[in-house]
Each structure stands twice: as structure tokens, then as C-alpha cells.
């Protein structure tokens, strides 16, 4: 069980859309990173990965922390007419097949000793449900836990009153 971060996942993601050959497109955390590219010429190409939750909670043993990270990342297709309800329908369950072959390559990943992922995936964690962001996007929400070795290690350069708290 390795460490991880924000900025690892956010990069593990974006690496993973460069490398496959079913999505076209890839947002970061922010809100407004999806509406500016959107409001781009030729705005997003679909399929997205778009990532929208990071949250770090704690669990494990006192000598033994463990950061549980919540991950959050939505299949999107966009431009669907706001009438079809069938092409609505049918982006969602594509968007829920590509879900699954990402999950599989987490699977794969945090299977892998050489990966920052390595034994952290937790299968039972996930969890997918179809998203309407708009009238015209989408696809599939997907949540999943990470769980890392995270030290909570204190740093006495870090604190002025450590010796009086210590002593």
C-alpha cells in the first residue's frame, strides 16, 4: 500500500484518457474547467471523463493510518437532443460500458507492485448511477474508495509551542 494524492489522481485519470482508445476528452475537478472548455470552438468531444469528487477521510489502527479516499468520475456525453429521450437513454448505458472498462483498469493497476494504486482499489466501494448534468449531457456518475498508507507524522520544524505541548 503506497501513498497518494490529489494531484496523482488527477494525473492517473487524465493519463488514462490519453491511453485509451474510447475516450475523447478529459476534466479536471473544477467546474469551470468543464464550462470553459465547453465554451471552446468545438467544445468538449465526447465521451469525457470528467473527475468531480476527492474526499480524504481516516480509518485503521492507531499506529497505522489509513487514508480512505472517496473518487468520484462521470462518463458524459453531451449534445444529446433535449427531446430524444432514447438517445438519452442510450448515451447513459454507453456511458455506464465505458465506466466499467475504467474500473477494470483500476482493477488491473492496483493489482500491479509498481503502481501508486497497488492495493488500494476497493471493488465493493463502487457505486454508478446515471447523471443529467444538463439539458443536452449525459452519462453515468461513478464513486469508488482508494485506500493508502497515509502518515500523520508531526514535523516539530513545523510548530512553534512543541516542545511545551510535548514536555
Known amino acids: 500500500m503506497k501513498e497518494n494524492s490529489y494531484i496523482q489522481v488527477k494525473d492517473y485519470f487524465e493519463n488514462l484518457v490519453l491511453q485509451s482508445n474510447f475516450l475523447n476528452d478529459f476534466v479536471g475537478f473544477f467546474e469551470r474547467e468543464w464550462r470553459s472548455k465547453q465554451a471552446k470552438i468545438g467544445g468538449l468531444k465526447t465521451p469525457v471523463l470528467a473527475l468531480f469528487k476527492y474526499d480524504v477521510g481516516f480509518d485503521g489502527p492507531e499506529q497505522n493510518s489509513i487514508a480512505v479516499r ?37 482493477w488491473i493497476d492496483s493489482h500491479n507492485h509498481e503502481h501508486f494504486l497497488y492495493n488500494s482499489f476497493l471493488k465493493d466501494s463502487v457505486e454508478i448511477k446515471p447523471v443529467e448534468l444538463s439539458l443536452s449531457d449525459f452519462g453515468v456518475d461513478v464513486i469508488f474508495n482508494l485506500k493508502n498508507k497515509q502518515l500523520l507524522k508531526v514535523d516539530t520544524a513545523d510548530w512553534k509551542d512543541l516542545d511545551h505541548i510535548c514536555s
Do not use: H
Request: hydrophobic fraction near 50%; avoid cysteine; glycine fraction near 6%.
Open 70 to 106: 472517496k473518487i468520484g468520475f462521470a462518463i458524459m456525453f453531451n449534445k444529446i437532443p433535449a427531446g430524444d429521450f432514447q438517445a438519452q437513454y442510450n448515451a447513459i448505458y454507453e456511458a455506464e460500458k465505458l465506466a466499467f472498462k475504467v474500473l477494470s483498469r483500476i
